[in-house]
């Protein structure tokens, strides 16, 4: 089975910037969709952005501008890179991953803080 873990997160000032990663143990072509969730105290899980296989992507309006979601697949690799950081981006940042047959994987989660 295949497990992701991310990394990445931390402290960062508004206005900041931050990559997180999503590393996974066996290969990522079979995933038909990736995607990062957050969800901060208090409040339900989101979803920030997701990329197909084909490398279609979409945003959360709220991240839009700001946010690029990214995957290498030789690396096996997802990446969210984050700017123009606000506190309101502060929460825990969860990797997601479906493969064609519907099986879903997540990771741990990594925190993300904004903060000056």
């Known amino acids: 089975q295949v497990q992701l873990v991310e990394s990445g997160g931390g402290l960062v000032q508004p206005g900041g910037s931050l990559r997180l990663s999503c590393a996974a143990s066996?290969?990522?072509?079979?995933?038909?969709?990736m995607r990062w969730y957050r969800q901060a105290p208090g409040k339900q899980r989101e979803l920030v952005a997701g990329?197909?296989?084909?490398?279609?992507?979409n945003y959360a309006d709220s991240v839009k501008g700001r946010f690029t979601i990214s995957r290498d697949n030789a690396k096996k690799t997802l990446y969210l890179q984050m700017n123009s950081l606000k506190s309101d981006d502060t929460a825990v940042y969860l990797c997601?991953?479906?493969?064609?047959?519907?099986?879903?994987?997540w990771g741990q989660g990594t925190q993300v803080t904004v903060s000056s």
């Open positions: 997601y991953a479906a493969d064609w047959a519907a099986r879903s994987y």
């Open positions: 066996g290969s990522i072509v079979n995933f038909s969709v």
């Open positions: 990329i197909s296989n084909s490398g279609i992507t």
